[in-house]
């Protein structure tokens, strides 16, 4: 199967897999099967729909790293988010149905655990049709798949917990479902005017954080509320909510003072708004993004282990992506270099093959090429873009990083390590301004 952004899609392309309603659980729109025609084109564009999956039987071995259960739960998390949000503009406030979120959370975390090949960010959800409800699914998957990479270091991050409980990802994928439902709270001329300069010191801006925990505190539990009143803390102490630690001297959170569901959500948070600049409808490649955490300030603010995670859950260039490399040749991606993203296993495509119903008759798999053994050959374009600028190396140490016991410095170089209880909420009184 290929992966083909909308934009690309042409008549007579035949769907490797069945595209779902992106609003409307269980609700299937296209079948497998079916030969793509220009109308069927444009009103799945018109429905928000981002990526199909196109036939293409020389690599139908791609197929495995595509869940429907995962797509189902992460769709049902932004068709959810969707709603509740419609509700609250509509009647001005009201509860909301914690239950109902935990639910979805549980779901998704099931299909990740079910389907372990399909534990990589592959395509988008799409179709939330509200950036906010888009934005909470993708953080929310995107945390979660984070956090099952990272099992051993919540282990180690939340030491007077069992280990059983510590790499319990429940509570963070209900943190990152609702992290920004502070928001909501906001008047239209402040969410306006962030949207406009994306200024974070814009301290009307900055209050979401602490109406969305006053918000969660009763209703969900503090290791969740917590981590959405810290999810702007930066592992460089520069975030906010600020706390006093001098007379008339107030700072963030820094390191690993700050909780760890709070800088996984931190991460995912920055890199979906890289990704999809807020108040545009403009949608940046994955390396581009990643390529812009790679430097400063982006890079002083997150967990060096955490991003390191995120590079690999949400790979520059994932399996099924179609490619064009600097000598021309067109390639789909087939599999993953975690070392170096940039330079992944592609195999040659059929030129006539990609135009129309002939992708499915695709028979020969194509020249193998890895590009780790090909420092001349770069990828240039990627879903339809010129990516040439972004490619990027990662530091060769970056591999210590994921390993369990060997991070040393390069992560110890901020704020006290380990000592957390995992109450989360230690500093909420010591935060009540938002500054």
């Known amino acids: 199967m290929l992966r083909v952004p909308i934009e690309q899609a042409q008549p007579g392309m035949v769907l490797g897999l069945g595209v779902m309603h992106p609003r409307r659980k269980g609700t ?29 039987p020389s690599l139908a071995f791609i197929a495995r790293h595509v869940s429907p259960e995962v797509e189902s739960g992460r769709s049902e998390v932004a068709s959810l988010m969707g709603r509740a949000l419609e509700s609250i503009s509509r009647e ?19 299909g990740l655990l079910n389907s372990p090949e399909a534990n990589v960010l592959v395509q988008e959800v799409g ?56 928001m909501i709270d906001l008047d239209a001329e402040t969410l306006e005017r962030w949207q406009e300069t994306l200024d974070e010191r814009d ?28 999810h702007h ?12 630690v001098a007379p008339g001297v107030r700072e963030g959170l820094r390191g690993s003072q ?34 812009r955490l790679l430097e400063p300030p982006y890079c002083d603010w997150i967990d060096p282990v955490v991003l390191r995670a995120l590079f690999v859950v949400a790979p520059a260039f994932t399996i099924g992506t179609m490619a064009e490399l600097s000598d021309g040749r067109k390639v789909v991606v087939t599999s993953l270099n975690e070392s170096q993203p940039c330079r992944p296993v592609v195999h040659t495509l059929d030129d006539e093959a990609l135009s129309g119903a002939d992708a499915s008759a695709a028979e020969t798999e194509g020249e193998r090429i890895d590009l780790s053994e090909h420092p001349d050959l770069t990828i240039a374009r990627s879903d339809g873009e010129d990516v ?47 500054g």
């Open 28 to 56: 299937t729109l296209l079948r497998s099967g079916y030969e793509l025609t220009e109308l069927a084109i444009r009103q799945l564009g018109e429905q928000d729909v981002r990526d199909l999956w196109i036939r293409y």
């Open 92 to 110: 001005g406030g009201g509860r909301m149905d914690y239950a109902k979120y935990a639910s979805a959370v549980s779901g998704l975390v099931e």
């Open 127 to 182: 179709g939330a049709g509200d950036a906010m409800a888009r934005h909470s699914s993708d953080v929310t998957y995107l945390s979660l798949l984070m956090g099952l990479k990272l099992d051993w270091y919540l282990v180690r991050e939340r030491k007077r917990m069992s280990p059983e409980r510590a790499k319990n990802v429940f509570n963070l994928g209900v943190a990152a479902m609702l992290h920004d439902i502070g």
């Open 203 to 230: 301290t009307t801006w900055r209050r979401h954080v602490l109406s969305g925990y006053e918000r969660l505190k009763e209703e969900i539990e503090a290791p969740a509320s917590a981590a959405v009143l810290h």
């Open 233 to 244: 803390q930066r592992w460089d102490g520069s975030g906010f909510p600020a706390r006093e």
């Open 258 to 291: 700050i909780h760890i569901f709070a800088r996984i959500i931190a991460a995912a948070d920055l890199f979906d708004r890289l990704r999809y600049p807020p108040g545009t409808t403009e949608r940046l490649p994955v390396v581009r993004a990643q390529r």
């Open 388 to 434: 040439s600028d972004d490619v990027f190396t990662l530091p060769g140490d970056w591999d210590a990083v994921l390993k369990e016991g060997a991070i040393g410095g390069l992560v110890l170089h901020h704020g006290d390590h380990g000592e957390h209880d995992d109450r989360g909420d230690e500093t909420v009184g010591e935060l009540r301004e938002a």
